[in-house]
């Protein structure tokens, strides 16, 4: 089997999954950074993700990127690129780790790249952001930048907002980086993330996922935990615990006054 080197990892070629050369310069009109720092944040995913996978971080960016564009949202092109390229590391093998979620593990895995490349801390953090909330809510409470990789994401995974946009674009996205196998493939990947770390995802998007295909394992029982907690309640505060100046005072007034 051929083979084809990217900096950081041999990776297979095999027929209609071949790598190309180099990543085009823009892709329906959403140009691709290709700084230093860009293209090696490409090579790290390529090296790291199955080819169906970097299609799809691909496909994160430049559909981020037309949402953007119809919303009207200002972003840094290079660091959401790098967000978009690497959002999907902590469901790799290679960078997951024995009990974080995968949004956090490809969070932590951009972050000490960028960090190795002398990136400041405050533009390694929007990355971080930008891959640990890309699948939550939270995101919201962001900066409109931060929320791309998960829209641009939410695009590719589920269609959300696709009908929006300019089909002809949309078809541009798909040429420039074929979907391959995404659908079967992604879900086997997530189905395998889930056997691999049963707990991880608990409270997230993927936390019902993770318990139907773990049939067999044994989940807490969130109800369960709150009404049969029993914690001990003292009847009486003992007088050496009460401030002597508090002590005439009733237990209403002081809790009035110690929230203060």
Known sequence: MATVSFGLGILPLTGRGQLPPSLPK?????????????????????????????????RTFVFAGLLAERDHVAYDPE??????????????????????????????????????KGVSEARAELVWNAIAMHTSMLVEHQAPQVGLVG???????????????????????????????????????????????????????????????NPGVQYGDLENRILNTRIPTALRVP?????????????????RSESR
């Open 26 to 58: 823009e892709v329906a009109g959403i140009r691709l950074p290709d700084t230093a720092l860009a293209l090696s944040a490409a090579d790290l995913a390529r090296a790291a993700c199955p080819l169906f996978l970097f299609h799809h971080c691909m």
């Open 79 to 116: 660091l959401v690129f790098i967000a978009a390229t690497l959002h999907d590391l902590g469901l790799t093998r290679r960078y997951a780790s024995a009990e974080h979620s995968f949004e956090m593990d490809g969070a932590d895995a951009a972050k000490e790249f960028l960090t190795s």
């Open 151 to 213: 829209s641009g994401a939410g695009a590719d995974v589920f269609g959300t907002d696709i009908s929006s946009l300019a089909q002809d674009r949309v078809q541009r996205v798909v040429e420039a980086f074929p979907r391959l196998s995404f659908n079967t493939a992604f879900r086997d990947m997530l189905v395998d993330h889930c056997h691999r770390k049963p707990y991880a995802q608990r409270g997230t998007w993927l936390d019902a996922f993770c318990r139907v295909h």
């Open 239 to 255: 007088d050496a615990v009460i401030p002597v100046a508090a002590q005439n005072r009733s237990p209403t007034t002081i809790l």
